[in-house]
């Protein structure tokens, strides 16, 4: 057993907020992910759940117990650090012989093998290359729901966070904007940033005004996007939910601005002064640059934030 519960932690030096009144309740046997941009308070937030670091404010308990004063090594964790460097200074034998990602790999190991009551893993595949990394993160989730240990998994990698987790935090600024399981944060994105941050290639984000129930922005038209009027509201929607129709059907219309073919799909951006909207196409799709395109939006898929407050409407 070991959950582990964060009331209110802070960690501040000065003026500046690493971390900004956290509450977050991690369930035994979990697979968590903390995902957010560079600086949101990710390593922090991990160190502190370590021993690595005090928290300014706010308790964490492990297991029932609060730990605030419980040396690091005698809190029963295993932690891989996000720098393979730091990582060679604290372990006694140096795998100096090593690649990076070799030591990375090493260190997960140690982890696995010491058998302890809470695993944290900051960014542990970021030294490794792509085919690896895609590897190990089967085998890391089909080891974690073997061993059925908490682990506490950072990452800024929305697919990482996506495959891996039962649950994300998905953090911005020291705070946690979103927790939900991945299919939560995906289809009911809270705010603009989880909704920017999650989907790989990445949700479209329109500025607009809501009028008498239709959203307008430059080269965006959609009728029954919502209720009333409402000025400064945000449009989004994911690419696969575009689709390239003739203009007389289309919710925007622009010229095109680049196509992607990737294989198995090709993405079509169309762009006017405003915005670009990328749009998921068929793998054959082709048309002239410069050309003008229209797109569809599904409309049970259209997500509408407050520009102002980033909030969800
Ligand atoms: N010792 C410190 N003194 C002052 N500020 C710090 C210190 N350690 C971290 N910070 C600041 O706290 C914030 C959170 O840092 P943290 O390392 O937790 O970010 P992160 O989410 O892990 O980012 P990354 O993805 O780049 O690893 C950053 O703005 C960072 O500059
Ligand atoms: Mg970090």
Not at 104 to 115: G, I, S, Y
Not at 194 to 204: E, L, Q
Not at 288 to 305: K, M, N
Request: charged fraction near 25%; proline fraction near 4%; hydrophobic fraction near 40%.
């Amino acid at each position: 057993m070991a959950s582990i519960t964060l009331e209110k932690i802070t960690k501040a030096w000065g003026a500046i907020k690493g971390v900004d009144a956290i509450d977050l309740e991690i369930r035994d046997k979990e697979f968590m992910v903390f995902l957010g941009p560079s600086g949101c308070g990710k390593t922090t937030t991990m160190r502190m759940i370590a021993g690595l670091e005090d928290p300014t404010e706010g308790n964490i308990i492990i297991d029932g117990e609060t730990v605030n004063e419980v040396d690091a090594r005698d809190r029963d964790v295993a932690m891989v650090f996000q720098s393979y460097v730091e990582l060679g200074e604290l372990l006694d034998r140096k795998p100096k012989a090593l690649s990076g990602g070799q030591r990375q790999r090493a260190a997960l190991a140690r982890a696995v093998v010491r058998h302890p009551q809470v695993f944290l893993m900051d960014e542990p595949l970021s030294n490794l290359d792509a085919k690896l990394r895609l590897s190990m993160r089967g085998q890391l989730k089909h080891i974690q729901r073997k061993l059925q240990t908490t682990t506490v998994y950072v990452t800024h990698d929305q697919i990482e966070a996506m495959t891996l987790a039962d649950r994300i935090a998905i953090m911005d600024k020291g705070k946690i904007q979103q927790l939900g399981t991945p299919d939560e944060v995906y289809n009911n994105p809270a705010t603009i940033v989880v909704a920017g941050f999650i989907g790989s290639t990445p949700m479209n984000l329109i500025k607009g005004d809501i009028e008498n129930g239709t959203f307008v922005a430059p080269g965006t038209h959609v009728a029954k996007a919502g209720k009333g009027s409402r000025k400064n509201v945000v449009l989004g929607i994911r690419p696969e939910d575009v689709s390239v129709v003739a203009k007389s059907k289309g919710n925007f219309t622009a010229p095109l601005f680049t196509l992607e073919p990737t294989g198995d799909q090709t993405l079509a951006a169309a762009r006017n002064d405003a915005q670009m909207v990328v749009a998921r196409a068929a793998r054959d799709f082709r048309q002239e640059i410069g050309s003008d395109i229209s797109f569809a939006f599904a409309p049970d898929r259209i997500y509408l934030f407050d520009g102002a407050s980033g909030a969800r409407i």
